[in-house]
């Protein structure tokens, strides 16, 4: 798209999978407030784990990406929000994360 100059709509980004939510004017802040609520149950630490190791594969390579990533995935691991994801889910209720 951007070698050739093509520009597209909302509608198109979204059938793409370059976005994964429209909205109209008139909804978007409620939209953008919905997704943050959304956003803000997900527990925090895997969260910020993956935003590093985004960041990290981005900025840095690859390689160092994949190695903070896998740093993240010790972390996590040694959490009490994994617990509660796991006993949520064999629970069939929705988890409550609290950072820890």
């Given at each position: ?12 980004a ?58 993240g995935?010790?972390r ?25």
């Open positions: 798209m951007i070698l050739f100059s093509k520009t597209i709509d909302a509608r198109e979204l059938e793409i999978g370059l976005v994964n939510r429209v909205s109209s004017p008139e909804n978007l802040m409620d939209d953008a407030l919905e997704f943050a609520q959304e956003l803000a149950e997900r527990p925090p630490i895997a969260v910020s784990c993956v935003l590093k190791a985004m960041a990290a594969g981005e900025y840095e390579g690859l390689d160092k990406g994949l190695d903070v990533e896998a740093e995935s010790v996590v691991r040694e959490t009490k929000d994994r617990l509660e994801g796991f006993n949520a889910f064999l629970g069939k209720r929705k988890p409550v994360f609290t950072g820890e």
